[in-house]
C-alpha cells in the first residue's frame, strides 16, 4: 500500500531530504569530526587547512568551533525538540479536535472560541510572551509551541472530524449502539490519517522553523547548545566579512523544511488521486 | 426519407491503458435525423456520457478518438480544432445536463448567462438580446419571467434550474440538442414537466435531440429510436416500439425486464392481526421554525413492508432518522415492540437500538472503507450479545444469505461493487437480528438490473426473518414491488395511505394521482 | 439586513476575542505581583522599596480588580510608561505601527500581485510546464524560514551583486532602495502560500459543470476564464490575503530584527529582551487588534464577492 507513495519524485526528493537530516540527527557523534563546544581556532575559513593542518569543511565560529560540527549537532537539537514539540501538540489538538467535531454543540463552540483566542496570537507575539513570562528553556519552548500549535491542529481535526462523522457508516455505528470511544477511535480516527500525515509534515517543518526562529532572535535554546538559529544570530555581526557563519545554517535549516513541505506535498498529491479512486 | 442530422460511423474513443477496458466507446454508428428523439440507454459505465461528451469536443482529459467519422453539416466532427468548434458550440448543437445547479454560473444573474449566448454567437444590440432571453424563458414556461432573469441560479429550484440550461441550449436554435441524464436530478413530478418541454421542443421546432438516460421509463416517455449500450458498444439500435416490446438482444430484455412494474405484486394479506413491531403516534419535528413533519402516525407488523412515498423534502428522511434516533422529534412517540423508545438512554438506549436498524442509501459512504467487511459484520452481531466466535459464524453465514462468498470476509469495501456493498449493509443490520428494519432510499444508487435483485432479496430475507420493514423511496415502481402498505407523504404531512394495491389502483389524493401520472414509462411497464 | 446581522455576529465574536485575549496578557503578565516589580524595579532593587512600589501602585488589590482597571486604561488610551525607554507606551506604540505599516502594506501589494497573478496563470492549465514551475517557487518561499530567506536575498543582492544596502535604518529619512529587500522577503512566504491558495480555487473552479457549460456554449477561453472563472476563484484567496496579517505580523520581527528597521517588530523585540512588561502588554495586544479587525474585514470581503452571502440564502 506504500507503493503508489514512492512513485512520487515530490515523496522521494522530500523523504530524501527529511530521511537525511533525521539520520545525521542519530549519527551526530559518528559523523561531526570535531566537538562542537571546543575551541580550535577562529574564524577559520570554509575548505581552508587550519594550523595543525586540520580541515574545517564550513569554516569555524568567532568561538573557533567547528561549524560543520557543530552543523552536525544542531540537526539533533532540531530533530528531537521538532519531534517532540509537534507531537505534544498534536495529542492536544486530536484529542480536543475529536471530541468537539464529534459532539458538536456547546462543547464544540466553548472549544473553537478558545482556540480561536489563541490563534488570534501572530505566532511569534504569542511566544515572544511566553517566553518572557516562562524563560527560554528546552522544556519551555515545547511548551511554547505546544500551546500555539495544538489550537491549529484541532481546527483542523475537528474539520475532518465533522465531515467523517457526517457520513452514514458511523451513523450506522451509532444505530447498533457503539460506544462512543470505539466510534471515534476505530470509526472516525483511522479515517482521518490521510490528511493528518500531510499536515504533520508541514507541521513538523513549522516548528523547525519556530525553532530557529527563536533562535535567531535569541528567544530560543540557550547557548552554547548547537542550535541553527542560535548559530545565524551569533554570526550576524559578522556575516558581512565571514559569510560562513550565516549561510550554511541557513542552507542545513532550509534544506530540511523545504524537505518536509515536498514530503507534504507528494503525500496529498498521492492521497487526493486515492480520494478520486474510490 | 429525411436527410439525417448527424451521422455516427464506427466511432470509437479509446480509455488510457491500465483502464478496465481498451475502449470507452467502442465501433458505435448512429444517426440522428431532424424532430426525433434518439435514446441512448445504458447503465453506469456503458460509455454513454463519454459518447456524448466527444460528439462536443470535450472528451474527458486522457481519451482518445481512436476512430471513426461523426459527420454534421458535411463536416466530420471530430477533426475541428478548438477554434472551429467554438463556432458549433451553443450554435449548431446545444448541450443540457445531469446537474441543472451546477451547471449555472453562480456568481451570475440568469439574464447575464441566457444573453451571453448571443453575445457569443450573434450581433445583436443589446436590448435585442435582451429581448430574446426574455421570451426564451417564457417558452420554457418558468413563472414570472422578470424575476427569473434577474436571480441568480441559487435562487431557483432545480426544475426552474434546469429550464434555463434548457433556454440557454435552445438560445441560437440549434439543430441538435444533446441531452445527458437531464431529469435524474430532478423529483419525478418535475421530471414530466421537464419531459413534456421537450417532447414540444421536437414537435414544435423541429430539433433532433439525443438523449442520454439509464432510465428506461423516460425512454418509454420520449424516444422514437432507441440504441442500448452496453461496455461501450451499442447491442441493439432501433425504433421505440421494436426495441421495447420485442427486444432482440438479451442485454435489452434483461434491462426491460429489470424496470420494476407500477402494478403491485401480489403479496398475501396478513394471516392474524399481530400486534405492530413499530408504531409512530402524532410525530411532529421542527428545525427552527420550519416544520418539516405534522402530526405522522403509522405502524407496521412484523413480516409486513410498509413504504413511505414521498419527493425531496416531503420528509420522509427526517422520518427514518427519528426512527433510528439519529434526531430527536419535537413530539410525539416512537415504540418497538410496544416500549416507547424516545426516552431511552445510555445502556437502554443501546439495548433498544438493535431492535431497528437501518439500511442506508449510499452503498459507498455506508461502510468504514478502513475495516474489513467480515469484522464489521461480526462487531454488530457482538453488539447484540453474541461471543466472538458465534459472531464470526454468524457473519459468515450472512454473508452466504446476502448472496456474497463467506470468503468475502477478509475483504474491505473497495472490493465491492455498489450492489454488493449493499448487501454487506443488510447483512450488517442483520447481524444485530432486528425486529424492524428501515431502507432509506436503499436501492436508489443502483443500477436498474442490480436494483431488482437487491430488491428481490430484501424482500426474501423480510418473508424468511418474519422482519417489519419500513421502506423509504422517491419511486412509486420500487414501492409497488415490495410493499404491503404505502403511505404518500408530501410536505410533512401524510395525504395517502392504504394497502399497496389500492393506493396504486385506486389512488384517492390528488396528489397522489399526480405522482402516479407522472411516473416515467407509465404506459409500457 | 442580512450583511447587517451577519457583521453584528462578527463584531461580537471579535470583541469577545480580545476581552478573553486582554485577560491572558495580563494574567501571564501580571498574575505574580513580585515578579511585576523585579521587573520595572529591576532585579538590584531591595525588598522594601519593591514593596512600597507595589503599595503605591495599588498592587496590592484583588486580581480581578487589578484587571479591570488595567483594562480601563488601556481602553482609555493609558498605557503605562515603558521601563526600558523611559517613555509612555502609547507614543512609542503608533509612531513604530506606522512605520511598519509601510513594510506591511509594501508586503500586501506584492503578495497580493504576485500571488493571486501566479495562482491564477498556474490554475489555468493544471499541469503546464508554467503550473509546475510556479508550483515549485510557491513551495520553496513557502518552506525556508524569514530569517534564511533574509541571509540568501541579502547574500545575493547586498555582498555578491552589491545592488542594495544591507541594512534599512532609516537614519537618512524614508528611503526606497533601503525598502527593497525587507518588503520582498517579509512578502515572500505569504505570496507563494496565496499562489497556491489562487491556483487550487482555480483548478476548482475550472473543473466545476458551470465552466463546462461555458465551453460548450463556445465561449473562448479567455472569455471563460475572465467572465466565468476568475470571480468564483478569487472568493477564497481574496479572504485569505487578509488572513495573511498575522503571519505578516510575525514577519515583522523577523525582517525588522534583521534588517535594523525601527518598526513595530523591533519596539516589541526590544521589549522582550529587556522585560519591559508595559510595552509588551501594548504590543501583544495591539497585535491581535489587528489580527481581530483583519479577520472582520476578511469575513465582509466574503460576504460582499459571494452572492449567496449577501442575498442571504444560508446563515
Known amino acids: 500500500m506504500f507503493v503508489p507513495y514512492l512513485k512520487k519524485p515530490l515523496v522521494l526528493i522530500g523523504g530524501g531530504l527529511a530521511l537525511g537530516w533525521l539520520l545525521v540527527a542519530i549519527f551526530a557523534p559518528l559523523i561531526a569530526p570535531y566537538d562542537p563546544l571546543q575551541t580550535l581556532q577562529p574564524l577559520a575559513k570554509p575548505m581552508v587547512a587550519g594550523a595543525k593542518g586540520e580541515l574545517f569543511l564550513f569554516g569555524t565560529d568567532m568561538l573557533g568551533r567547528d561549524i560543520f560540527s557543530r552543523l552536525v549537532w544542531g540537526a539533533r537539537t532540531v530533530v528531537i525538540y521538532s519531534t517532540l514539540a509537534t507531537l505534544t501538540a498534536y495529542a492536544f489538538g486530536l484529542l480536543f479536535g475529536l471530541i468537539a467535531g464529534y459532539a458538536g454543540g456547546r462543547t464544540d463552540a466553548v472549544l473553537s472560541f478558545l482556540a480561536n483566542v489563541v490563534l488570534s496570537f501572530p505566532v511569534l507575539v504569542l511566544y515572544i510572551v511566553i517566553i518572557v513570562v516562562i524563560g527560554a528553556s528546552p522544556v519551555n519552548i515545547v511548551i511554547a509551541v505546544t500551546f500555539s500549535s495544538a489550537p491549529a491542529i484541532y481546527r483542523i481535526v475537528r474539520g475532518i472530524t465533522i465531515d467523517v462523522a457526517s457520513r452514514d457508516f458511523v451513523k450506522a455505528a451509532v444505530t447498533q449502539g457503539e460506544s462512543t470511544l470505539r466510534i471515534l477511535f476505530v470509526d472516525i480516527l483511522p479515517n482521518t490519517t490521510g490528511p493528518l500525515a500531510v499536515d504533520f509534515c508541514l507541521r513538523l517543518g513549522y516548528t523547525a522553523i519556530t525553532i530557529g526562529t527563536l533562535g535567531f532572535l535569541g528567544l530560543g535554546l540557550p547557548p552554547p547548545t548547537p542550535d541553527w538559529g542560535g548559530m545565524v544570530n551569533e554570526g550576524r555581526a559578522m556575516a558581512i566579512a565571514f559569510p560562513h557563519l550565516v549561510i550554511f545554517p541557513c542552507i542545513a535549516i532550509s534544506s530540511l523544511t523545504l524537505g518536509l513541505s515536498l514530503l507534504a506535498d507528494g503525500l496529498r498529491e498521492v492521497n487526493d488521486a486515492k480520494e478520486r479512486h474510490a | 426519407m429525411t436527410q439525417s442530422l448527424l451521422q455516427i460511423r464506427n466511432l470509437s474513443v479509446a480509455l488510457p491503458k491500465g483502464a478496465d477496458r481498451a475502449f470507452a466507446v467502442h465501433d458505435v454508428s448512429l444517426e440522428v435525423k431532424p424532430a426525433e428523439i434518439l435514446c441512448v440507454v445504458g447503465e453506469s459505465g456503458s460509455g454513454k456520457s463519454v459518447l456524448t461528451a466527444t460528439l462536443m469536443g470535450a472528451a474527458p482529459r486522457g481519451l482518445r478518438v481512436a476512430g471513426g467519422t461523426a459527420e454534421m453539416g458535411g463536416r466530420d466532427l471530430l477533426t475541428l480544432t478548438e477554434r472551429q468548434w467554438r463556432d458549433i458550440r451553443g450554435k449548431d448543437i446545444g448541450m443540457i445536463f445531469q446537474e441543472p445547479m451546477a451547471s449555472l454560473n453562480p456568481a451570475l444573474t440568469v439574464a447575464q448567462q441566457i444573453e451571453e449566448v448571443f453575445e457569443l454567437h450573434s450581433d445583436y444590440p443589446r436590448a435585442e438580446r435582451a429581448a430574446r432571453a426574455k421570451k426564451l424563458v417564457e417558452e420554457m414556461h418558468l413563472p414570472e419571467p422578470d424575476r427569473i432573469l434577474k436571480s441568480f441560479p441559487h435562487q431557483l429550484s432545480g426544475g426552474q434550474c434546469q429550464r434555463v440550461v434548457i433556454a440557454m441550449a435552445l438560445a441560437m436554435s440549434p439543430k441538435l440538442l444533446i441531452a445527458d441524464e437531464p431529469t435524474t436530478a430532478l423529483d419525478v413530478t418535475t421530471q414530466a414537466q421537464v419531459l413534456k418541454l421537450i417532447r414540444e421542443l421536437r414537435d414544435n421546432h423541429g430539433h433532433g435531440i439525443i438523449f442520454i438516460t439509464h432510465d428506461l421509463g423516460v425512454v418509454a416517455d420520449i424516444a422514437d429510436r432507441i440504441a442500448v449500450m452496453r461496455r461501450g458498444e451499442v447491442v441493439e439500435i432501433g425504433s421505440a416500439e421494436q426495441v421495447l416490446k420485442a427486444p432482440q438482444h438479451d442485454y435489452t430484455k434483461t434491462l426491460i425486464a429489470a424496470v420494476p412494474s407500477l402494478v403491485p405484486r401480489d403479496r398475501p394479506a396478513a394471516e392474524t392481526e399481530e400486534a405492530p413491531a413499530l408504531t409512530v403516534s402524532a410525530l411532529n419535528h421542527s428545525y427552527g421554525a420550519k416544520q418539516v413533519l405534522h402530526d405522522i402516525t403509522l405502524s407496521v407488523a412484523p413480516g409486513r413492508v410498509l413504504s413511505i412515498v ?70 454488530a452481531a457482538m453488539l447484540s450479545g453474541a461471543n466472538r466466535a458465534e459472531a464470526v459464524e454468524r457473519a459468515k453465514e450472512l454473508l452466504e444469505l446476502v448472496g456474497l462468498q463467506r470468503n468475502a470476509y477478509d475483504r474491505r469495501p473497495a472490493a465491492f461493487s455498489g450492489g454488493q456493498r449493499q448487501r454487506v449493509g443488510i447483512a450488517r443490520a442483520l447481524a444485530m437480528r432486528p425486529d424492524v428494519l428501515i431502507a432509506d432510499e436503499s436501492v436508489s444508487a443502483l443500477d436498474v438490473s442490480v436494483q431488482a435483485q437487491v430488491l428481490d432479496l430484501l424482500a426474501d430475507l423480510q418473508k424468511r426473518l418474519s422482519l417489519a420493514v419500513v421502506f423509504i423511496t422517491h419511486d412509486l415502481r420500487v414501492a409497488a414491488q415490495i410493499s404491503d402498505e404505502i403511505v404518500v407523504m408530501s410536505k410533512g404531512h401524510v395525504v395517502e395511505r392504504g394497502p399497496a394495491n389500492e393506493v396504486l389502483t385506486r389512488p384517492q389524493h390528488p396528489y397522489t394521482r399526480d405522482l402516479i401520472e407522472a411516473a416515467p414509462g407509465r404506459g409500457a411497464f | 439586513m442580512f450583511l447587517g446581522m451577519f457583521l453584528l455576529r462578527k463584531v461580537a465574536i471579535a470583541l469577545a476575542t480580545m476581552l478573553a485575549v486582554s485577560f491572558l496578557i495580563f494574567l501571564a503578565l501580571e498574575v505574580n505581583v513580585e515578579d511585576v516589580a523585579v521587573k520595572v524595579l529591576g532585579q538590584y532593587s531591595t525588598v522594601e522599596q519593591r514593596a512600597a512600589w507595589l503599595a503605591q501602585n495599588g498592587y496590592n488589590d484583588p486580581f480581578l480588580l487589578r484587571y479591570v482597571r488595567w483594562l480601563g486604561q488601556f481602553v482609555a488610551g493609558d498605557w503605562g510608561m515603558s521601563t526600558f525607554f ?145 470571480r468564483n476563484a478569487l472568493i477564497t484567496p481574496v479572504t485569505v490575503i487578509m488572513l495573511q496579517l498575522p503571519w505578516l505580523l510575525s514577519g515583522v520581527i523577523v525582517i525588522e530584527v534583521f534588517y535594523a528597521y525601527k518598526g513595530f517588530g523591533t519596539l516589541l523585540y526590544d521589549a522582550a529582551l529587556n ?17 481581530v479587525l483583519s479577520q472582520i474585514l476578511s469575513d465582509l470581503l466574503y460576504g460582499w464577492l459571494n452572492p449567496r452571502i449577501t442575498l442571504g440564502a444560508r446563515a
Open chain 3, 86 to 230: 523611559r517613555a509612555p507606551v502609547v507614543d512609542m506604540v503608533l509612531p513604530r505601527l506606522a512605520a511598519s505599516a509601510i513594510l506591511a502594506g509594501g508586503a500586501l501589494l506584492v503578495i497580493v500581485i504576485f500571488g493571486l497573478g501566479l495562482g491564477v496563470l498556474a490554475g489555468m492549465r493544471p499541469g503546464s510546464l508554467l503550473d509546475r514551475m510556479i508550483s515549485v517557487f510557491s513551495v520553496v518561499t513557502t518552506s525556508i524560514p524569514d530569517f534564511a530567506s533574509a541571509v540568501f536575498l541579502s547574500g545575493i543582492f547586498v555582498f555578491w551583486l552589491g545592488l542594495l544596502p544591507g541594512a534599512s535604518t532609516m537614519i537618512s529619512g524614508l528611503s526606497l532602495a533601503e525598502l527593497v529587500l525587507p518588503v520582498s522577503v517579509l512578502g515572500l512566504y505569504s505570496m507563494g502560500y496565496l499562489a497556491r491558495v489562487t491556483r487550487a480555487s482555480m483548478v476548482d473552479v475550472m473543473g466545476t459543470h458551470y465552466i463546462r457549460t461555458a465551453r460548450l456554449k463556445g465561449a473562448s477561453m479567455g472569455r471563460i476564464v475572465l467572465r466565468h472563472a476568475l
Open chain 2, 310 to 379: 414521498g419527493e425531496s423534502g416531503s420528509g420522509k428522511s427526517t422520518i427514518a432518522r427519528n426512527l433510528i434516533r439519529l434526531t430527536d422529534p419535537t413530539s410525539g412517540t416512537i415504540a418497538v415492540g410496544g416500549e416507547p423508545i424516545l426516552d431511552l438512554k445510555g445502556g437502554a438506549l443501546r439495548r433498544m437500538r438493535r431492535r431497528i436498524q437501518m439500511i442506508f442509501q449510499d452503498p459507498f459512504g455506508s461502510l468504514n472503507p478502513r475495516r474489513k467487511v467480515g469484522p464489521m459484520i461480526a462487531r
Open chain 3, 275 to 291: 522585560q519591559d512588561i508595559y510595552l509588551i502588554e501594548a504590543c501583544a495586544m495591539i497585535s491581535v487588534l489587528v489580527v
